[in-house]
C-alpha cells in the first residue's frame, strides 16, 4: 500500500523542500487588489509584505475545489494507493471543511486530517505523517494518529506593529493609537483554533524574552510527560539579518533540542503584518 502524504502552503512547505521531502503540497491563493496569486509560486515572501505595507487591499482565500481534486487525481494516477491531506485548522478556515466534502467522493482513498495545526505546528504534522507512511501505516491510521494528537502543541507570536490587528478588527483603533504611543507589544497565542491574546509587553526586546519564556514553560510541561518535542521559529521580517537573530535567540534558549524555521506563512502575516516573530512547539509522534 502506498500512501502519499499532502499538506497545503500555510504548513511552510513549498514546491522544491516538498520534493526533498517526499510529500505533495498545495499553494494557497492570495488576492492583493482584485487579482489572484498563489503563495510560493507567483507571490513571494517581500512582495506579499511590501503589499501590506503598502496599504494595498490583500486578503487569503481558500484554495478552488477543483485545485484541490486535481492534485488530488494526479497523486493517484502517479500509483499512489491513497493520501492524507493535511489542511490548515478548520478553526481557522473554510478550507479542511471543504475537502473532507470533496474526499466522500474518494471511497476512502482521501483521508483529511484535521488535527487544528498551521505554520510550524503544521508542519511538524506533516513530517510526523511521512514518519508514519514511511511506518507503514495506512491513510486511516495516520489521519487518526494527527487528530488524536491534535493539541499537542501550541504557537506564540508576537507583533512588530498593532495596525495589521487593527484591519483585521482584532484590536479597536483606540487601542492600536494607544499601544503604539507606549509600545506595547502584544503577545498571542495558537492552540488549537484560537487566536487569543496572551501578554501585553512593552517594547519588543522585551516581548521576544517573554515569548521564550512562554515558550520554555511549554516545553518543561511536554518533557515531563516524557513527550519528544520539535520546536519551530518563524517569522514575517523583511531582512535575513533579522530572521538569523531570532532564530540564534530561540536556539540559545534551547541547547540540544531539534529547531528549524520558516518564514511566516501568509495566512498568518496578513493578521501580524512584517517583523512578527513567532515560535511553536509540537510532539513528535
Known sequence: MRTAIVTDSNSGIFE???QQLGVYVLPMPVMIEGREYFEGMDLFHNDFYQSLLAHKQVSTSQPAPGHVVALWDRILSDGYDELVYIPMSSGLSNSCQTAQMLAEDYGGKVRVADNHRISITQRSSVLDALTLARA????AE???RLEQAAYDSIIYVGVETLEFLKRGGRLTAAGAAMGTVLHIKPLLTIQGEKLDAYAKVRGTKN???REIEAMQKSADEFHRKG???RIGVAGSFLHEEEDREWLEMVKAAFPGEE???DRLTFSIGCH???GAFGMGISVKL
Not at 507503514?136 to 491513510?139: D, K, L, Q, S
Open 16 to 18: 522544491v523542500e516538498a
Open 259 to 261: 529547531v528549524y524555521y
Open 272 to 274: 501580524v503584518g512584517p
Open 136 to 139: 507503514g501505516y495506512t491513510a
Open 207 to 209: 516581548c521576544k524574552k
Open 227 to 229: 513527550q519528544l518535542i
Open 142 to 144: 495516520i489521519q487518526t
